[in-house]
């Protein structure tokens, strides 16, 4: 008896092990050909200051319907996309795209503010990585002050001078970088300080129950703290309340990022949105 129990749950993995090899595998071919036929979208969403409600900049978000049509949300696609070494090809779709979209915007009429992308590890860690950020900059004619690259801890953790001589380039050049996701990585203070960067993205996970959890309460007063010490530019990720807002603009932040103002939008509809929304002069 115990023994058909034990073959049951055998043939019950094997079947789960090939549905999800069998996705996969789908989806990468899938991602493939969608990167051939560049059937990616981006999105945009706003980054403001709550106190002037005027906009300072926006994080482009990458978007991919499936095969069946229904989007797919980045964080399903990206890690295959990395495992299946796409990851770099898209990348550099993603980055030209973003500065060709901002530079355009500034032909349009609407004011020079910077623009995020998201940086994967691997493309980080390409040799030339400097190289292509300059190329891209140089053949859409974007200023470097108008780009912003997202990076997470982990992308830094290792703590070899290779991290931080290429940070230097990029900030040399112009180009801000920001350390996205803050807090949920495991960079010590030390290296923090050694970090060239311009800001620090709290986690919206901290966000979340800021007004209700006294521990992430206590987090996100340290991060903000922390960044003025540091001198860094600190930005709330995933800012949905009013009372998150309130927390937020108390403890010294007013760069913020969510659904309360507004959520990531198709290009053509950012742009009417940065227009309807924020006087500039
Ligand atoms: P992220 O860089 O931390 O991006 C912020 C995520 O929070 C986005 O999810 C955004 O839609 C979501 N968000 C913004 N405001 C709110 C809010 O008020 N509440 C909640 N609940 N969520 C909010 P999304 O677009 O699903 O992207 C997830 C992650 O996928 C990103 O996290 C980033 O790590 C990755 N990703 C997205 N686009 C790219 C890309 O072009 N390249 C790379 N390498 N990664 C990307
Ligand atoms: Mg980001
Ligand atoms: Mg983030
Ligand atoms: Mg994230």
Not at 90 to 104: D, S
Not at 151 to 169: H, I, Q, W
């Amino acid at each position: 008896h115990s023994k058909d129990v034990g073959r049951n749950t055998y043939q019950y993995f094997r079947v789960e092990l090939n549905e999800r090899v069998f996705e996969r595998m789908s989806l990468e071919n899938a991602l493939r050909r969608a990167l051939e036929d560049k059937d990616f979208e981006l999105h945009y969403q706003p980054q403001v200051d709550s106190r002037s409600r005027r906009l300072i900049g926006a994080e482009a978000l990458l978007r991919w319907r499936g095969p069946e049509g229904d989007p797919v949300p980045p964080s399903r696609f990206i890690p295959v996309a990395e495992d299946a070494g796409l990851i770099l090809a898209i990348g550099a779709w993603v980055l030209e795209q973003v500065c060709r979209q901002n530079r355009a915007w500034q032909d349009a009429g609407l004011p020079a503010v910077p623009v995020a992308v998201n940086i994967s590890a691997q493309q980080f860690r390409q040799p030339r990585f400097v190289d292509t950020v300059a190329a891209v900059l140089k053949t859409t004619g974007l200023a470097p002050e108008c780009l912003e690259l997202e990076l997470t801890e982990s992308v830094m953790l290792d703590p070899g001078e290779r991290n931080v001589a290429v940070l230097s380039e990029i900030r040399a050049m112009g180009v801000r970088v920001a350390i996205d996701d803050f807090g949920t990585g495991y960079s010590s203070l030390a290296y923090l300080k050694r970090l060239p960067i311009d800001a620090l993205k709290i986690d919206q996970s901290f966000v979340r129950d800021v007004v209700v959890d006294a521990d992430d309460a206590a987090i996100v007063d340290a991060i903000i703290g922390l960044a003025h010490t540091m001198r860094l530019r600190v930005i709330a990720e995933g800012v949905e309340t009013e009372a998150q807002l309130a927390f937020l603009q108390n403890s010294g932040c007013s760069e913020m990022q969510g659904f309360l103002f507004a959520r990531p939008m198709p290009a053509e509809e950012f742009a009417l949105w940065w227009r309807e929304h924020f006087q500039y002069s």
